[in-house]
């Protein structure tokens, strides 16, 4: 009988501690879940300050909580622009869009990268990077990805309908 107790015990022992070594594995793959869907989150909400602080309320004093020194953007028939002192000097696009609203759709996540798509609209009342005023309220959709590192922009890229923008401005005849 004392053997048997033994072993009951021996295997019970067994049990428990597989038990908790596996409770301790999943706790810890649980706890790496979690830190990467709050880093997901994270670099989400700095994407968004991209459009919220800089573009729409231009707090360019913000700019080095958002964007890495080395910062790189993509934006459509422009040379890209380099640097955050580079990003700073589109304030001057950004001021000649009045009234300027934005809309945040599907917001994706994935390792370092975060897709957003979206849509905007601006009052078109002073002429904007030295095309005139047409007056009117101008809108646009589009896609932004960007490469977040270490919680900050690194590398920005920048996708809309600039056939549809430049009708609007009068820049391209419509039909």
């Not at 810890?28 to 709050?38: R, S």
């Amino acid at each position: 009988m004392k053997r048997f107790t033994f072993l009951l015990a021996f295997v019970s022992l067994a049990f428990i501690m597989n038990t908790s070594c596996q409770d301790n594995k999943a706790l810890a793959q649980l706890e790496e879940q979690k830190a990467e869907l709050e880093k997901l989150e994270k670099n989400k909400a700095i994407a968004e300050r991209w459009h919220s602080d800089l573009g729409i309320d231009r707090k360019w004093e913000l700019a080095d909580e958002i964007l890495a020194p080395g910062v790189v953007l993509h934006l459509p028939g422009m040379d890209d622009i380099k640097g955050i002192d580079g990003v700073k000097s589109m304030d001057e696009m950004y001021a000649s869009m009045k009234n300027a609203k934005i809309n945040h759709y599907e917001i994706v996540a994935e390792g370092d990268y975060v897709f957003l798509r979206w849509d905007m609209s601006f009052d078109n009342t002073v002429d904007l990077m030295g095309i005139p005023a047409t007056g009117k309220r101008i809108s646009t959709e589009g896609m932004d990805l960007f490469l977040i590192k270490d919680g900050k922009i690194k590398e920005f890229w920048q996708f809309y309908d600039e056939l549809g923008f430049m009708k609007q401005l009068g820049v391209i005849p419509s039909e």
